[in-house]
T-cell receptor, first 113, second 113 residues
Framework: GAVVSQHPSRVICKSGTSVKIECRSL??????MFWYRQFPKQSLMLMAT?????????EQGVEKDKFLINHASLTLSTLTVTSAHPEDSSFYIC?????????FGPGTRLLVL | GEDVEQSLFLSVREGDSSVINCTYT??????LYWYKQEPGAGLQLLTY?????DMKQDQRLTVLLNKKDKHLSLRIADTQTGDSAIYFC?????????????FGKGTTLSVSS
């Protein structure tokens, strides 16, 4: 099946700093990628849809200036959490869309101290 | 809005069959999916079914779809301890940016030996 990678897998940062998470589709091209957030023992919450070469579309309640998304190529989308605060600590998962489904990355655990 | 409901827990003995149920509300869903998530990991696509099908079998996995009742089930035959994980049901849904997945809250499957 299709492989999606994320980097880093785990990051700890100080409050007020920015953190960039990369999502790559390794063996296929994806014009559309998605960013999700998952709290402990909860389901995935869609944050935004990232389309190659255009601005991301954010779900209601997600601050676009706080969660910057860039989809510069057909295999890479990045999510930057700006001025991170402890409440941003979460598990961030990306996915890349094919014609019929989405393949997910392994996730990035963010801890903001 | 669209909603996907699952029971939260299922406990079975090794060797038994597991059946995880899901109901959804969006009658226009094109595809329905089952994903597996192990602790600390991303989501692994197990199987998916097109909405004009009523059954799909893939090795130990059987998916049944009752489109009239908007009910989806995943049967795992000969359940093993390695099947212990959270199983998410998801439906494809159109959002303003294209097609996203709407997830249920996940069913935690516990397999005892």
């Amino acid at each position: 099946g299709a492989v999606v990678s994320q980097h880093p897998s785990r990051v700890i940062c100080k409050s007020g700093t920015s953190v960039k998470i990369e999502c790559r589709s390794l063996d296929f091209q994806a014009t559309t990628m998605f960013w999700y957030r998952q709290f402990p023992k909860q389901s995935l919450m869609l944050m935004a849809t990232s389309n190659e070469g255009s601005k991301a579309t954010y779900e209601q309640g997600v601050e676009k200036d706080k969660f910057l998304i860039n989809h510069a190529s057909l295999t890479l989308s990045t999510l930057t959490v700006t001025s991170a605060h402890p409440e941003d600590s979460s598990f961030y998962i990306c996915s890349a869309r094919t014609l019929e489904t989405q393949y997910f990355g392994p996730g990035t655990r963010l801890l903001v101290l | 809005g669209e909603d996907v409901e699952q029971s939260l827990f299922l406990s079975v003995r090794e060797g038994d069959s597991s059946v995880i149920n899901c109901t959804y509300t969006d009658s226009s869903s094109t595809y329905l999916y089952w994903y597996k998530q192990e602790p600390g990991a991303g989501l692994q696509l197990l199987t998916y079914i097109f909405s004009n099908m009523d059954m799909k079998q893939d090795q130990r996995l059987t998916v049944l779809l009752n489109k009239k009742d908007k009910h989806l089930s995943l049967r795992i035959a000969d359940t093993q301890t390695g099947d212990s994980a959270i199983y998410f049901c998801a439906e494809s849904s159109l959002n303003q940016a294209g097609t996203a997945l709407i997830f249920g809250k996940g069913t935690t499957l516990s397999v005892s030996s």
